[in-house]
C-alpha cells in the first residue's frame, strides 16, 4: 500500500497540468496534444521548476493502457471493410516511405559519422510514425472524413505491421550480426496467418452473441463487455508474440462490424481521452531539454529529414497508387513525424546493446519536434498544395492529373482471372482455419487426453470429433469456388483445362494432407492412411450434408458481416418515412426475402434499380442480393437484376404485398414455355432456294422464327457456329436449331423473308 500515495500524487499532477494546458491551447485555438506534450515537458525530472513525478513505471503503465484505448477506437471508426478500400492505396505508400526513409535514416547516420547499426536503427525509426499523434491531431483538426484522412489511417495500420517485421529483422540482426530473412518471412506469414483467423472467427461469433445478449446490454455492461474483449485480444496479441496496440486495434476493427459499433465508440471515448492524455503528457516527460541542447545538430538535421523526407517518400507513394496530387500532398505532410514506434525501435537497440546511448533521447527529441509540428503541417497541406498547383506549368499539371485518373481506372477482370483469385483465396482461408483446428486439436485437447482417459478410445474419440469440425472446411476447401459462373465459363474452354486440374490436384492434395497429419498426431502413419481413406468414402456419401451444414456456417457469417449495412438500411427508411410525415414505426419496418423466379416479366430482367425505381414508387429498400455464391450488401443504383437473384428487401406488410405482385412469375410466359419445343434440323441449299446468296442475318431465319444456325456443311468442311456475314452457297448443308412448329417452315424453305 506504500505505492498508493505515489500513485496518486502522480496522477493527480499529470492530470492537474494537462487539464491546465488544455484550457490554455483552447483559447489559443492550438491543437491539444501539444499542450499535453509541454505539460509533460514541465513536470518532468528534466524540469525542475514544477512538481515533478515520483514513480516513471507507474506513468508508463498509464501511457501503455493509453496506447491500447486510442487503437481500440480508431478500430472502432475503421472496419476491416472500409481499410479494404484503401488498402492497395495504404500498403502502396507505406512501403515506399518505409523502403524510401529507412535509405534516408541510414545515409544521414552515415553523414554524421555514426557506426553501422546506429545508422540502421536510425532508418528503422524514422520508417514509421506514430499512430497515436496523428489520429489525435486529426481529430481536433476536424478531417477525420477527408478522403486524405482515410487513407493515412490506412497507411498507418499497414506501418504497424511492417513495425513488427523491422523488430524482428533488427532483433536477428543485432545478435547474430547478418540478416536472417527466413525467419523475417516466417514472422510475417505467421502475423498473416492470425490476422484472417481472428478476423474471420471474430466476425462468426461476437456478433451473433451480441445480439443474442441485446435485451441484458445496457450502457454500463456493454461498456465492461467490450473493454474485456478488448484487452483479451490484447492479450492473445501477446501471446502470439505481437505488439499489444495491434491486438487492440483488431478488436477494436471486429466490433465495428457490428451494430453497437457507435454505440460502443460513445462509451468508450471518456475512457479513450483520459488514458489518451495521459500517454501524450508521457511522450511530454521523455524530451530532454538539456540533452536537446547537446545533441542540437544531429536533432535538427535529422528533423529536417525526418520532415522533408516523409512529405516526398508518402506523397510519391500515394501518387503511384492512384491518389490525385493534392491527396497525395495532404497525405504526405499528415505522416512528417515519429512517434511511439520509434521510441520502440530504438529502445531495442539500447536493450540489445547494439547502439550507442545517445541515439534514444535523440530519436525522443526528435518525435517531440515533429509532434509540435504535425497539426501545423496538416492544416497547410491544403494552402501548400493550391500554392503549387498555381504554380505549375499546364503541361505539368496535365499530365499528372491524366496519370492519377488512368491509375484509378477499373478494369474488369477476365473470367479466369477471377477463378485464379477465388482459388487463391480459398485455399489461403480454409488453409488457416484448418490448421488453426489441427493446433488446437493436437496442442490442447491430445495432452488432455494422454493424460485423463484411456488413450485407445479417447484418442478416437478426439479424432473423430476434430474432423467432424473439419468436415465442412475441407469440403469447402476442395468445391467452393468452382460453384459460381466464372468457373462454369472457362470450364468450358478447353484451353483452361490444364490449369483447373492443376488446381484440384493442388485443393485434394491440401486436403488429404490436413486429414493424414491430423489423424498422425494421434495414431500411427498407418492407421492414418487407411483412416483418410475412409473419410474420403464418407465425404462422398454424406456430401449433400456436408455441403449443407457449410452453407449455414457461410450465410451466418455473411449475415454478421453485412448485419451493420442491413440496420442503416433500415434506419434510413424510416427517416425517408419520417420526411414523407408517414406513420412507420420502426417494428412496421421489416426485412424479408424474395426469390427471382425465370419466368418474372421480361421488364424485370437485366434492368437496373434506378430503372425499376421500386424505392420511389414503393418505397422499399433493397438491402442485398445474392447471386450464387455472390453478395452484393446495399446494392447500388447501377446494379441489376437477373433471374435467380435472391432479393432481401425492407419493407412494410402492405409493400411486400406489392413487392410479390410484381415478381409474380408471369403466367403467359410460362405457358408459352410449356408449348415451346425446341429441336435440331438440317436442310440444303438448291438453286431455287430463297436463302441462296444471302447472309445469316438477312435471312430472317432468327429474327421470325427464332431459329439459330448452329453449323454448315460447305465442300466436305464444316463451319461452326457460323459468323453473321456468312453467305449461303448452293449445295450447302445448314444445320439449325429452333422452336418446332416453325423450324418446318424453315426446313421447307418457306420462311417469309425480312
Not at 66 to 84: C, D, P, T
Not at 316 to 327: D, E, F, R, W
Amino acid at each position: 500500500m506504500h505505492h498508493l500515495p505515489h500513485l496518486i500524487t502522480d496522477l493527480a499532477l499529470i492530470l492537474g497540468a494537462a487539464a491546465l494546458m488544455t484550457l490554455l491551447f483552447k483559447w489559443l485555438k492550438q491543437p491539444l496534444v501539444l499542450g499535453y506534450i509541454i505539460a509533460g515537458i514541465l513536470i518532468s525530472s528534466h524540469f525542475s521548476w514544477f512538481p515533478n513525478i515520483q514513480e516513471k513505471e507507474n506513468v508508463e503503465v498509464w501511457a501503455e493502457i493509453g496506447i491500447v484505448f486510442l487503437l481500440f477506437s480508431l478500430g472502432l471508426e475503421f472496419s476491416f471493410r472500409k481499410l479494404a478500400t484503401v488498402g492497395g492505396s495504404a500498403s502502396v505508400s507505406a512501403f515506399v516511405e518505409a523502403a524510401g526513409m529507412s535509405a534516408l535514416g541510414y545515409g544521414i547516420g552515415k553523414l554524421l559519422g555514426w557506426s553501422t547499426m546506429d545508422s540502421i536503427y536510425l532508418g528503422a525509426a524514422l520508417a514509421v510514425s506514430s499512430t497515436t499523434i496523428i489520429i489525435k491531431a486529426v481529430e481536433e483538426l476536424g478531417l477525420k472524413k477527408k478522403k486524405f484522412a482515410t487513407l493515412v489511417f490506412g497507411i498507418l495500420i499497414v506501418e504497424d505491421l511492417i513495425t513488427i517485421a523491422i523488430l524482428v529483422l533488427l532483433t536477428t540482426i543485432s545478435v547474430s550480426q547478418q540478416f536472417m530473412g527466413t525467419e523475417m518471412v516466417l514472422s510475417i506469414l505467421k502475423l498473416i496467418f492470425f490476422l484472417i483467423l481472428w478476423f474471420i472467427t471474430g466476425i462468426f461469433f461476437i456478433p451473433s452473441i451480441l445480439k443474442k445478449a441485446k435485451h441484458l446490454m445496457n450502457d454500463e455492461t456493454l461498456l465492461v463487455v467490450s473493454i474485456a474483449m478488448c484487452l483479451m485480444m490484447v492479450f492473445l496479441a501477446a501471446q502470439a508474440g505481437f505488439s499489444y496496440a495491434l491486438g487492440a486495434f483488431i478488436m477494436g476493427s471486429l466490433l465495428a462490424e457490428t451494430t453497437k459499433a457507435e454505440r460502443i465508440e460513445h462509451l468508450v471515448k471518456p475512457v479513450k481521452d483520459l488514458f489518451g492524455a495521459i500517454f501524450f503528457v508521457s511522450v511530454g516527460m521523455l524530451i530532454d531539454l538539456k540533452m536537446m541542447g547537446e545533441f542540437a545538430i544531429p536533432i535538427i538535421v535529422i528533423t529536417i529529414a525526418c520532415i522533408v523526407g516523409k512529405v516526398i517518400t508518402t506523397g510519391l507513394g500515394a501518387y503511384l497508387s492512384g491518389n490525385s496530387l493534392k491527396v497525395s500532398m495532404q497525405t504526405g505532410m499528415s505522416l512528417a513525424q515519429i512517434g511511439e514506434f520509434s521510441f520502440i525501435i530504438a529502445a531495442l537497440g539500447t536493450s540489445l546493446k547494439a547502439t550507442s546511448d545517445s541515439l534514444y533521447p535523440i530519436i525522443v527529441a526528435v518525435s517531440g519536434v515533429t509532434t509540435f509540428t504535425t497539426p501545423y503541417l496538416i492544416r497547410a497541406s491544403t494552402p501548400f498544395y493550391e500554392w503549387i498547383d498555381k504554380r505549375l506549368p499546364e503541361k505539368w499539371r496535365k499530365s499528372l492529373n491524366r496519370y492519377s485518373s488512368e491509375a484509378t481506372t477499373i478494369t474488369a477482370a477476365s473470367d479466369f482471372q477471377q477463378v485464379l483469385k477465388s482459388f487463391m483465396m480459398n485455399v489461403i482461408i480454409f488453409s488457416v482455419i484448418i490448421g488453426a483446428i489441427v493446433y488446437l486439436s493436437s496442442t490442447y485437447v491430445l495432452p488432455w487426453v494422454a493424460t485423463h482417459t484411456d488413450y485407445a478410445f479417447g484418442g478416437i474419440t478426439a479424432a473423430v470429433i476434430t474432423l467432424a469440425i473439419m468436415a465442412p472446411f475441407i469440403w469447402a476447401l476442395v468445391v467452393r469456388n468452382e460453384r459460381n459462373e466464372s468457373f462454369v465459363i472457362i470450364y468450358a474452354q478447353q484451353r483452361y483445362r490444364g490449369p483447373i486440374l492443376l488446381m484440384r490436384a493442388i485443393k485434394l492434395v491440401l486436403a488429404l494432407f490436413s486429414i493424414i497429419f491430423l489423424l498422425n498426431r494421434f495414431f500411427s502413419i498407418n492407421i492414418a492412411l487407411y483412416s483418410a481413406v475412409i473419410m474420403i468414402i464418407f465425404f462422398v456419401v454424406f456430401r449433400k450434408k456436408i455441403q449443407a451444414l457449410y452453407d449455414r456456417i457461410e450465410n451466418r457469417f455473411i449475415r454478421n458481416l453485412n448485419d451493420r449495412d442491413l440496420q442503416e438500411e433500415i434506419r434510413l427508411v424510416e427517416q425517408q418515412a419520417s420526411r414523407r410525415n408517414v406513420d412507420l414505426a420502426p417494428w412496421d419496418a421489416h426485412m424479408t426475402t424474395f426469390d427471382v423466379e425465370p419466368e418474372v416479366s421480361p421488364s424485370i430482367i437485366g434492368k437496373t434499380l434506378e430503372e425499376l425505381q421500386w424505392r420511389e414508387y414503393i418505397g422499399v429498400n433493397i438491402a442485398m442480393i445474392r447471386r450464387g455464391q455472390i453478395t452484393i450488401a446495399t446494392p447500388q443504383k447501377h446494379d441489376r437484376i437477373f433471374p435467380c437473384d435472391k432479393l432481401y428487401i425492407i419493407c412494410t406488410d402492405a409493400q411486400e404485398k406489392k413487392m410479390n405482385a410484381i415478381l409474380r412469375p408471369d403466367k403467359k410466359l410460362m405457358e408459352s414455355q410449356k408449348d415451346t419445343e425446341v429441336e435440331l434440323d438440317k436442310f440444303t441449299i438448291e438453286h431455287d432456294s430463297p436463302f441462296l446468296n444471302l447472309s445469316v442475318r438477312d435471312s430472317g431465319i432468327r429474327g421470325t422464327a427464332n431459329g439459330l444456325v448452329v453449323g454448315i456443311e460447305r465442300n466436305g468442311k464444316r463451319i461452326l457456329n457460323p459468323e453473321s456475314t456468312t453467305i449461303f452457297e448452293e449445295g450447302d448443308v445448314v444445320w439449325i436449331v429452333g422452336e418446332k412448329k416453325l423450324i418446318v417452315a424453315i426446313t421447307e424453305q418457306e420462311l417469309p423473308r425480312k
